[in-house]
Each structure stands twice: as structure tokens, then as C-alpha cells.
């Protein structure tokens, strides 16, 4: 327990005392985020954020658990694979085939290195089922969508950072539970990182944290849910990191299903994220940011509760939980459909 608050402090002091001279040298490259369309700043934003994260996240844990951890090296491979994607896309730009190569690229590492999905709880005959090979492939899938689903939030000032927070806590709790230490420690430096850069990235933000930094974050999250939330004890240990990581996963999920409905391109952008919808009800930035936090931490707080239920009680209780977000998308909006663009059956 003292490893989990020292390396959280460390990276939190770390990322306080990093960010500012990243956002000074984002300045010099001229790595600014500029207003678009879709934007809600108004003029240029320093980016490459995600570097000061990257450093206050890798310096506690190499210290504390060095590389003789296949995950700690795989993890520590597929973050430099992102920091340097980051960094060419904050700073040139890059198609999104190439990123998501290169995304790809970082979860491969991760598995080549060690860490995959090998076994998950049955809950309907008790004990675990072993993936075998099946298991490399469904690693990668599941670490290449977080990081989308973590780059996808990233749409107000501190919004991804305040979210990742949380699921790392979250994750952290679960872990620590389960008395899986390196998950635990992980998810303590990420939460410690994250929440040293919101001192930055606060609305009105002072720097942004780049594809670098939502990149980053999200394959750390996806890492440490492979390490440690997959192999709870929980009746459906697939629930927990999915409610963990919840915001993201479902906001994406309802991104999906509202183009298709439009009959739009689901890889297309548009402005019906949950974020947009609240701006529109005329929250402002901050009250929408503090909104989501708020669903976020009590879908982490289910995750916890899902680790100490049976099967019954955890079923009953997610699609208790699933209608209710369901209701509330419709009522937001983020599951609009535009009249005269519905798909036609």
C-alpha cells in the first residue's frame, strides 16, 4: 500500500512540475492546436501535454518495479511506439491509417512482451476458461479500441485527463482488492500523472494533451485492465474494466449507433457526443466537464460493487444500469436521429 501512494505522489509532483515546460517547448515547435469547425476553444492551444504524462507515469514505475515485470517492458515498449505517433501527429499531422498502425503496432509489443487476455472467469460453470491462441488477437482488439475510445472523449478542456483519473482509480481499488500490486502501482502512477496535468488542462486550459497524451492514456488503461481487472475474481470480471472505463466506451458505442441510424460513416466525426449535447442544453464547459466526471465515478463505483456479487446479483444490476444509460442517451440526444436521415429499412 505504501508503493501504491508513493509512486501516485510522485507522478502526480512529476507531472506538476513537467507540464510546464512542455507547454513551453509545444510553444517553440509550434505544436498548437488551432479552432476548427468542431472545436469549442476559440484560439490556438499549446499540445504535446501527453509528454509531461508520459514522464511523470514511466520515472515511479521503472524506479519501484524496475524491467523484470514482462508487463512493466511491455508496457515501457508500447508507450515509446506512442510517444513518438504522438509526437508526429501533434506536430505534422498523420492519416488515421498511420496512427492506427502504429497503435496497433504498441498492442502487439504489449503481447510479443508478455501480456495478454490468457484466461477469463465462466460464470455460468465457475472457475476460468483458457482463450490459448485466441487470446493474443482479442488482446490487441481490446487495446487498440481503448485507446480510440480515450482519444474520442478527449473533446473538452480536461475532460480525458479527469476521466482517466478516475477509471486508474477505479482500476487501482480493484486491483488493490485482488492483491494484483503491479496493476495496482500502474494504475496509481497514471492517476497521479493524469491528475498533475489537470492542474493545466482545467478549464480554460492552458495546454492540451495531444493524441500523445490520449493515446498514451488509453493504452496504459487497456494494459492495466489486461493485467489486472480481467483476471478478478468477479463473477464477470469483463464487466469491471468495461465500467471502468465506461464514459468513453458507451459514448463511442452511442457514436456508433447514432451514424449508422443517420446513415452516416461511422469513422466520421460529428458533434452528437454526449460533451456536444450537454454544451447544447447550455452548461458550460466546466458544469459539462464536472457532469462527466460524476457519471464516470459512479460507473466506477459499480465496477467495485461488481467484484463482491454473485452472478445473478451482477446481471441484475447491469442491465438495470444499461437501460437506465440507454434512457438517458435518448433524453441527451446523443442518440438522435436526424429526421429524413434515418436509414430505411
Known amino acids: 500500500m505504501l508503493t501504491i501512494f508513493l509512486v501516485f505522489l510522485l507522478a502526480l509532483i512529476l507531472a506538476l512540475f513537467l507540464t510546464p515546460p512542455v507547454r513551453r517547448l509545444a510553444i517553440r515547435l509550434g505544436a498548437l492546436d488551432r479552432p476548427v469547425s468542431r472545436s469549442v476553444h476559440t484560439h490556438p492551444i499549446p499540445r504535446l501535454g501527453g509528454l509531461a504524462m508520459v514522464g511523470a507515469f514511466l520515472l515511479p514505475l521503472v524506479l519501484t518495479q524496475g524491467f523484470a515485470d514482462e508487463t512493466v517492458r511491455g508496457v515501457v515498449a508500447g508507450t515509446l511506439v506512442l510517444v513518438v505517433l504522438g509526437w508526429l501527429d501533434d506536430t505534422r499531422g498523420l492519416k488515421p491509417g498511420v496512427k492506427f498502425l502504429g497503435q ?11 501480456t495478454s487476455i490468457d484466461w477469463v472467469t465462466d460464470p455460468w460453470h465457475g472457475g476460468m476458461f483458457f482463450l490459448g491462441a485466441w487470446g493474443y488477437p482479442l488482446t490487441v482488439f ?16 480536461g475532460l480525458a485527463a479527469g476521466i482517466s483519473a478516475i477509471a486508474a482509480t477505479t482500476l487501482m481499488v480493484v486491483a488493490w482488492q485482488q492483491g494484483q500490486a503491479l496493476a495496482a502501482v500502474m494504475a496509481a502512477g497514471l492517476a497521479g500523472s493524469a491528475l498533475g496535468f489537470l492542474r493545466y488542462n482545467f478549464n480554460p486550459a492552458r495546454i492540451f494533451m495531444g493524441d500523445t497524451g490520449s493515446m498514451f492514456l488509453g493504452f496504459v488503461l487497456a494494459a492495466i485492465s489486461v493485467d489486472g481487472a480481467l483476471k478478478s475474481t468477479a463473477a464477470l470480471a469483463l464487466a469491471v474494466p468495461v465500467l471502468a472505463l465506461g464514459l468513453p466506451i458507451f459514448d463511442t458505442f452511442f457514436a456508433i449507433v447514432r451514424r449508422y441510424l443517420n446513415g452516416q460513416p461511422i469513422y466520421l466525426p460529428d458533434k452528437g457526443h454526449l460533451h ?27 465496477a467495485v460493487l461488481i467484484t463482491r456479487t454473485n452472478l445473478t446479483q451482477s446481471l441484475a444490476f447491469l442491465f438495470t444500469l444499461t437501460g437506465s444509460l440507454l434512457i438517458g442517451a435518448k433524453k441527451v440526444g446523443v442518440l438522435e436521429v436526424h429526421q429524413g436521415h434515418a436509414i430505411k429499412k
Open 142 to 157: 481490446w487495446v487498440v479500441a481503448i485507446i480510440n475510445v480515450v482519444n474520442l472523449i478527449d473533446g473538452l478542456d
Open 276 to 302: 456536444h449535447r450537454l454544451l447544447d442544453l447550455g452548461l458550460t464547459q466546466r458544469q459539462a466537464v464536472l457532469v462527466m466526471y460524476s457519471i464516470a465515478a459512479l460507473l466506477g463505483l459499480s
Open 104 to 114: 496497433t503496432l504498441a498492442a502487439v509489443l504489449l503481447v510479443a512482451l508478455g
